[in-house]
């Protein structure tokens, strides 16, 4: 079992930037592909990105490609979502998510993963 917690949500005015942390115990991450998906109000959970099981690779959904960026800390057991010029639009929960899928075209499937924290809100507004 895996128990996962996200932290670090909050309010943040139009293009700027937050981090948000996933803390997990009970099992070492490394061992799992680690994936974020957010989901606003009335709206379908989305793809943000993720980290593959095997190698570490880093993926990202097109609404965040060049804006977002994952980190990890081995250590901590705790993977980092940077997000910057932040949008409206990002306003949602954020969700982090580990499972055992290896092959990278399932990552942003969230049927594919199987603990899941209870999320942090963030908050794009002016």
């Known amino acids: 079992q895996v128990h996962l917690v996200e932290s670090g949500g909050g309010l943040v005015e139009p293009g700027g930037s937050l981090r948000v942390s996933c803390t997990a115990s009970g099992r070492t991450l490394s061992g799992y592909a680690v994936g974020w998906f957010r989901q606003a109000p009335g709206k379908e959970r989305e793809f943000v990105a993720a980290?593959?099981?095997?190698?570490?690779?880093?993926y990202y959904g097109d609404s965040v490609k060049g804006r977002f960026t994952l980190s990890r800390d081995n250590g901590k057991n705790t993977v980092y979502l940077q997000m910057t010029s932040l949008r409206p639009e990002a306003t949602a929960v954020y969700y982090c998510?580990?499972?055992?899928?290896?092959?990278?075209?399932?990552?942003?499937?969230?049927?594919?993963?199987?603990?899941w924290g209870q999320g942090t809100q963030v908050t794009v507004s002016s």
């Open positions: 980290y593959s099981r095997v190698g570490g690779y880093t």
């Open positions: 998510a580990a499972g055992r899928v290896v092959i990278t075209s399932s990552l942003p499937n969230h049927q594919q993963y199987d603990y």
